[in-house]
Every structure is written in structure tokens, then in C-alpha cells.
């Protein structure tokens, strides 16, 4: 069992940074592949960002050079740095994890994950 816990999400202003952690407890083997998502009502949740266990990252064509995925040596904390936000960034934003017995191409498919965070708010005024 993986038990993901978010926080860092807030209200920014459009151009300015935040940074979202996500600490993972109990089952580490269980989150080999780590992703952010993002949801705002009405719309489907959708990939943001994924990372392997080995450090390879795959991001959605929108945050590409803005925002970063990483997580730390031990792989128990993930972290997300969104520089230069926009408004269009606002949105309910989860951590997800699972073991990865995939083809990371699809590191950005919700249907791929088995663990998720109870999400944190990221609002960007312009």
C-alpha cells in the first residue's frame, strides 16, 4: 500500500513560482513512476508531468521550460517547481503513483496509476 500526502499548492499571481511536494509513506516499491496531475471541474484530470525510477521525465507540451518534476535520492519525497505561472496553470493538482510495469510512454495516462494524493489547490490571477 502507497499513502501520498501533497502540500505547497496556494494563490499566486500570474508570473510568479510555487512548489508542490508530494511525500510517499508505507510502500515505496509501489511508486516507482510518479506523476503530477491537474483537474478543474468539468474537465478530464490530465498529466502534467511523470518521473521513472531512474530519472527520466516526461512532461505535457504547456509547461515544457516552465515547470520541473524530481524527487529526492531515497524517492519518498516528489517535488513539482512551476515557474512563470499563467492562469491557464489554475487547477486542482494531485500527486499519483504506481509500480510502473508499463511502457512510460504512457507516464501521462490517469488510467496507469493506482495511488492517489487528496490533491492541493494552485490558483494563478492574472
Known amino acids: 500500500q502507497v499513502r501520498l500526502v501533497e502540500a505547497g499548492g496556494g494563490s499566486v499571481q500570474a508570473g510568479e513560482s510555487l512548489r508542490l511536494s508530494c511525500t510517499v509513506s508505507e510502500d515505496t516499491n509501489g511508486a516507482r513512476v510518479m506523476a503530477w496531475f491537474r483537474q478543474v471541474p468539468g474537465k478530464e484530470r490530465e498529466g502534467v508531468a511523470a518521473?521513472?525510477?531512474?530519472?527520466?521525465?516526461t512532461y505535457v507540451d504547456s509547461v515544457k521550460g516552465r515547470f520541473a518534476i524530481s524527487r529526492d535520492r531515497a524517492k519518498t519525497t516528489l517535488r513539482f517547481q512551476m515557474d512563470k505561472l499563467k492562469p491557464e496553470d489554475t487547477a486542482m493538482y494531485y500527486c499519483?503513483?504506481?509500480?510502473?510495469?508499463?511502457?512510460?510512454?504512457?507516464?501521462?495516462?490517469?488510467?496507469?496509476?493506482?495511488?492517489w494524493g487528496q490533491g492541493t489547490q494552485v490558483t494563478v490571477s492574472s
Open positions: 499519483a503513483a504506481d509500480e510502473g510495469t508499463w511502457n512510460f510512454g504512457e507516464a501521462l495516462s490517469r488510467h496507469r496509476y493506482k495511488y
Open positions: 518521473i521513472a525510477y531512474n530519472g527520466r521525465t
